[in-house]
């Protein structure tokens, strides 16, 4: 049973606009969730982060919400580039574990 | 470079051959982990070490899987007898601490045929 889950294996976002990714989870013990962005070839990069006991993190253009209630996270894009283009990863934690526990992941497309 | 460096990018194996991939982490990196990612999916956990030792291989799929990291600093993955289901892009990742955020490897893709 996934833990974690990214439910739209694509998105297609136009230049300048905001790309909004999404990503589910189930265990409520996770209480540190990470963002990682991955290209072609390379391994994935992280991008942002956000403890359980926030509700937002902001870093430039990205910004990750929290909804603990839902269970729920998305992060936030604006305005998208076409450097974004990359498939994004969603991945949580339980403390002291140390294991990353990751989505599918979404395949963002960024239109000129 | 200063990143993670994992070798070979690519790797075709016969089924029932053996395997080695290997990991340089970050200079001074504690934590390493070895993750397993199959095509459309996330990555899954394997192993990981502090130092040199491995404190967790539970996410290793069978015996014929086997991690080391014997003087703490570079590692290496062996697959002993490999079968098409071992095909797969494996992610090598080093991280100052357990809790910090963990820098990626390119990964080795495994093709076994």
């Known amino acids: 049973d996934q833990q974690v889950k990214q439910n739209s294996p694509s998105l297609s976002v136009q230049e300048g606009r905001i790309s909004i990714l999404n990503c589910d989870y189930t265990?409520?013990?996770?209480?540190?969730f990470l963002w990682y962005k991955k290209y072609p070839a390379e391994g994935p990069t992280f991008l942002i982060s956000?403890?359980?006991i926030k509700d937002k993190n902001e870093d430039g253009r990205f910004t990750v919400f929290l909804n603990k209630s839902a269970k729920h996270l998305s992060l936030h894009i604006v305005p998208s580039q076409p450097g974004d283009s990359a498939v994004y990863f969603c991945?949580?934690?339980?403390?002291?574990?140390?294991?990353?526990?990751w989505g599918a992941g979404t395949k963002l497309i960024i239109k000129p | 470079g200063a990143g993670v460096s994992q070798s070979p990018r690519y790797k075709v194996a016969k089924r029932g051959q053996d395997v080695a991939l290997r990991c340089d982490p970050i200079?001074?990196?504690?934590?390493l982990f070895w993750y397993q990612q199959a095509l459309g999916q996330g990555p899954e956990f394997l192993t990981y070490f502090q130092n040199e030792a491995q404190l967790d291989k539970s996410g290793l799929p069978s015996d014929r899987f086997f991690a080391e990291r014997p003087e703490g600093s570079v590692s290496t993955l062996k697959i002993q007898r490999t079968q098409q289901e071992d095909s797969a892009v494996y992610l090598c990742a080093s991280s100052p601490a357990s809790n910090t955020e963990a820098f990626f490897g390119q990964g080795t893709r495994l093709t076994v045929v």
């Open positions: 991945a949580a934690i339980e403390s002291p574990n140390y294991q990353l526990i």
């Open positions: 200079s001074g990196h504690v934590s």
């Open positions: 956000i403890s359980s």
């Open positions: 265990n409520s013990m996770f209480d540190y």
